[in-house]
């Protein structure tokens, strides 16, 4: 069965420190990870998409992807309260569908 | 930028009764994916539409049923409601085409609640 791991968390890091949250999954097949960012009660928002391996920056964040280890992780840099919220790491699937992990807890104290 | 449009919003119903929740995709996108998301759990994907034709099929109860019209808007009905099957339905779209790599961009979501 195909399957996302996440450490479901909580994640705790003080204002602008670097949060940094992972995720690994089982089907090598897989060539698209997403990163969503969900608030309680929301959607889900992407915010960070990765198809190569290296690293991908898009402003504070930067989405790493290691094809060989099946890892994706993501980076959060200066975090901020408004940060806080549960992130999603998604796989790709092979007709088009996600596979989610089960979430990150992040908790950004000011 | 136009987003995807869910309706309704909350839905509350009974036991045994029937749900229909309805999609509108972002303006261009060719793909509708459905979601559903019970309490602390992450989504589970239920089923997709390509150019609507279904594309693929996840966990979707067979009480449960979708299609996806000519204005490629989409709609989820739900037969014979169980208390379980409360929770949020997410609705997302993308635009697939060769060196895409599918970016699923999601609706808001409407909270079901079976009594």
């Known amino acids: 069965q195909k399957e996302v791991e996440q450490n479901s968390g909580p994640l705790s890091v003080p204002e602008g420190a670097i949060a940094s949250l992972n995720c690994t999954y089982s089907?090598?097949?897989?060539?698209?990870f997403f990163w969503y960012r969900q608030y309680s009660g929301k959607s889900p928002e992407l915010i960070m998409s990765i198809y190569s391996n290296g690293d991908k920056e898009d402003g504070r964040f930067t989405a790493q992807l290691n094809k060989a280890s099946q890892y994706v992780s993501l980076l959060i840099r200066d975090s901020q309260p408004s940060d806080s919220a549960t992130y999603l790491c998604?796989?790709?699937?092979?007709?088009?569908?996600?596979?989610f992990g089960k979430g990150t807890k992040l908790s950004v104290k000011p | 930028a136009a987003g995807v449009i869910q309706s309704p919003r909350h839905l509350i119903k009974e036991k045994r009764e029937t749900a229909t929740l309805k999609c509108y995709p972002i303006?261009?996108?060719?793909?509708v994916y459905w979601y559903q998301q019970g309490p602390g759990q992450d989504p589970q994907f239920l089923i997709s539409f390509y150019e609507k034709m279904q594309s693929d099929k996840g966990s979707i109860p067979d009480r449960f049923s979708a299609q996806q019209f000519s204005d490629y808007h989409s709609e989820l009905n739900m037969s014979s409601l169980e208390l379980g099957d409360s929770a949020l339905y997410f609705c997302?779209?993308?635009?697939?085409?060769?060196?895409?790599?599918?970016?699923?961009?999601f609706g808001p979501g409407t909270r079901l609640t079976v009594l």
């Open positions: 089907d090598r097949v897989s060539q698209s």
């Open positions: 998604a796989a790709g699937g092979s007709q088009g569908n996600l596979i």
């Open positions: 303006p261009r996108h060719d793909t």
């Open positions: 997302a779209s993308s635009l697939i085409n060769l060196g895409s790599y599918n970016e699923q961009f």
